[in-house]
């Protein structure tokens, strides 16, 4: 399976934006989805994961509740809605698929398989 993420931009402190990672070549019926972030100069680390089959979900602790994932069956599209952005979030934001993910997995980046080529998300003061 392709991913292809889109959706970064440049936004202002406070601003949302929502994040899209859409599979080709396969759908993600049963996939792991996950987001992962990397800043300059920093090691990439996870965002938040979604497993396909039964929507089960895990977020970094310190997103929950302004970072939201959800899919879309229709269009085979995982996304990241993004609130209250603030420039710490600035980061090339990555989407990762892999089958046959227990949820303590979800976490680990060495869990996925497939990567997509990231979006630039920036977040001014």
């Known amino acids: 399976v392709q991913l292809q993420a889109c959706g970064g931009g440049l936004v202002q402190a406070g601003a949302s934006l929502r994040l899209s990672c859409a599979a080709s070549?396969?759908?993600?019926?049963?996939?792991?989805v996950g987001w992962f972030r990397q800043a300059p100069g920093k090691e990439r680390e996870f965002v938040a994961a979604?497993?396909?089959?039964?929507?089960?979900?895990s977020y970094r602790e310190s997103m929950k509740g302004r970072f939201t994932i959800s899919r879309d069956n229709v269009k085979n599209t995982v996304y990241l809605e993004m609130n209250s952005l603030k420039p710490e979030d600035t980061a090339v934001y990555y989407c990762a698929a892999s089958q046959g993910v227990i949820i303590s997995s979800m976490k680990n980046l060495m869990t996925y398989r497939y990567w997509g080529q990231g979006t630039l998300v920036t977040v001014s003061s």
């Open positions: 979604l497993r396909w089959s039964d929507r089960a979900t």
């Open positions: 070549g396969g759908t993600f019926r049963s996939y792991t």
